[in-house]
């Protein structure tokens, strides 16, 4: 007998208060994530601002998450 897996969805994107698309920023990494603990994130560590903001900064979308 096999444990069943937990159903994972997705969260609806969140956006800040103008609209902007809040993704997440690991505390060390480079890229831009869709969830705070995509792969070896630290959930607890990571942070949010407008995918806008992160572009801007440098930073790139995660391969895994978008």
Not at 3 to 12: F, I, K, L, R, S
Not at 42 to 50: K, S
Request: a negative charge.
């Amino acid at each position: 007998m096999t444990a069943e897996e937990p159903q994972v969805t997705e969260a609806p994107q969140e956006s800040d208060l103008y609209g902007g698309q809040l993704v997440w920023i690991s505390e060390t990494g480079s890229k831009y994530h869709n969830k705070n603990n995509c792969g070896r994130m630290n959930p607890d560590r990571a942070y949010q601002m407008t995918r806008e903001n992160a572009e801007a900064q440098g930073y790139e979308p995660c391969k895994k998450c978008f």
